[in-house]
């Protein structure tokens, strides 16, 4: 991997990209590689708009949202 920073947690610089005519952008090789994507994986877009977008691998947050709800209680707690 070329170019890359690697910081604390995981978490990494990758490089720029272009925003095309049709709003599309193209993921650099490094960060693909990095993550394991291939053509045709989907990808969940979050956007916060005072932080920017987040591009998050759709299997793996399915993965968590699925962990988050299993954890939770099958009846609602009673008041005490």
Do not use: C, W
Request: zero cysteines; hydrophobic letters at 40%.
């Amino acid at each position: 991997m070329t170019g890359m920073i690697q910081g604390p947690d995981g978490r990494y610089i990758v490089g720029t990209v272009k925003v095309g005519d049709k709003g599309q952008i193209v993921i650099p090789k490094d960060a693909r590689d990095l993550l394991g994507l291939s053509p045709g994986d989907t990808m969940l877009v979050l956007v916060d708009t005072t932080q920017g977008i987040a591009l998050v691998d759709n299997e793996r947050f399915q993965h968590f949202a699925r962990s988050i709800l299993a954890a939770q209680p099958d009846e609602p707690a009673k008041p005490e």
